[in-house]
């Protein structure tokens, strides 16, 4: 199901006028699902958010289930055609999404929520912490703020920064292993990784700049020639 949404004055304070939300429920059909990933994830030009109960494990949702090669090869085709297009896997990975009756069947990540790269800039927050519901489902909230509703995070004051406390900082990061079979989805998750934990901590170990009445963009004296 697609639910379209328009806006003569735009959405999310941008010059977009449609916002697409899909909705799916995917079922085992022999070796595929239901529906099909090329139908569900394309690339708009506008925000789209994809939400489904896709009944596929994988490790990018994941990452401490041991996914069977028959999993992997159902769920692949999914995940593959999301990072051809550029949609992003919005879930907390390893969060579970579905909650079995049974004392037979595991905990398992079964809802999945993508956007597409014109509405992931707007993207806060994805969480399946709501009361429960009568379902074996977790209900889950998206978050998708405006800009103008955005706190714009404090710089970072640089003068300030103490460099002989980074460089032993860096050297004691430890990172996971690069994926020994990696896909295009898969490695973006691990660089990613990687890339947040340095970020954190410069961003944890530098004072911010405190904003002012004199505050003003970024500007050298060099461009003062153009």
Known sequence: MAVNFHSPEGLFDTSHNSFRLYN?????????RSVSPVALLSQHDFPTLVLGDLNIHHSASNPSRLVSNYDQFISSPCFDRASA?????????????RFPFTSNHHPAVLDLSFANTALLPFFSSWNPSLPPTSSDHAALTIILPTPL????????????????????????LTFASSPALPTPHSLNLWFDDCVGKIRHLITSNNPTK?????SKPWWTPELTQL
Do not use: C, E, F, M
């Open 24 to 32: 799916a429920y995917s079922i085992p059909s022999g070796h595929t």
């Open 85 to 97: 297009q550029l949609v992003s896997l919005l879930n907390t990975p390893g969060v579970y999404t």
């Open 149 to 172: 509703l955005k706190a714009q995070p404090k710089g970072l004051n640089w003068k300030y920064t103490d460099w002989n406390l980074i460089p032993p900082l860096l050297a004691d």
């Open 210 to 214: 405190r904003l002012s009445s004199y």
